[in-house]
């Protein structure tokens, strides 16, 4: 593709971020469209069917001109995966792929754990949601081999769905270690790795911290009691 596609974004949305880690590894040239979801644009309203993000344009070539518009961050990713040249970012085995995939939408439902585990002001509901996690976790321990990456020395999409998992980490533990690494040594030493790794540095802005931050402020999240109790 010669035109430039267009990501429609939120500053903390990890969905965004697996969609410009899969970008940036493809090499692909992009223009990024920031958006307050507490404010959304009609504009926005009007083309994204679920008013979530990422959405992603991608301008036509073969039927006069216009754009398409891709909403659901994994549909990007395959999407980018099939048309774009660049490294790979699936196993060419089938079945390889499919549990790529599986482990893809293992991810997700951790991120709807850390949901609860991030705005909750609840005591129980954090207690539980951190013990959910935990449980994620140790799954993806067992499953992990002798990395760096999921999938060893290739970078893939299960590390781009994962690595914004992990960003909220950096945050969380800074302000209190949930210590949910600590029986993990898989699982840390691949967060680290991929917290090098130049595409998901780049796939957030360099305030990504206290934005979040003032994320957890505004909800008055029970992690932000825990880090006042330590003082």
């Known amino acids: 593709m010669t035109q430039t596609l267009t990501l429609v974004s939120h500053l903390l949305c990890p969905y965004v971020q697996r969609a410009a880690i899969a970008l940036h590894e493809k090499n692909v040239p992009f223009e990024r469209v920031v958006i307050d979801l507490a404010n959304k644009p009609q504009w926005f309203l009007d083309i994204s069917p679920l008013g979530k993000v990422p959405l992603l344009k991608v301008p036509r070539s073969s ?131 991929l917290a090098e790794r130049p595409s998901v540095r780049d796939a957030v802005v360099p305030e990504y911290a206290e934005h979040l931050r003032e994320f957890l402020r505004r909800h008055e999240a029970h992690l932000l009691t825990l880090a006042e109790a330590r003082e």
Request: include cysteine.
């Open 63 to 193: 039927d006069g001109g216009g754009e398409a518009v891709l909403f659901e961050s994994n549909v990007i990713c395959e999407y980018l995966e099939e048309t774009q040249p660049g490294p790979r970012l699936h196993p060419q085995d089938p079945l390889a792929r499919a549990q790529h995939r599986a482990w893809m939408e293992f991810g997700s439902a951790i991120l709807a754990d850390l949901w609860g585990y991030e705005t909750t002001r609840d005591a129980d509901v954090f207690a539980q949601k951190r013990q959910a996690l935990a449980a994620k976790f140790a799954r993806v321990e067992a499953a992990l081999g002798a990395g760096p990456y999921f999938a060893g020395q290739d970078f893939s999409l299960v590390d781009a769905v994962f690595a914004p998992v992990f960003r909220y980490f950096e945050v969380f533990d800074a302000i209190s270690d949930s210590h949910l690494f600590d029986a993990l040594p898989k699982v840390d030493a691949w967060r680290h790795a």
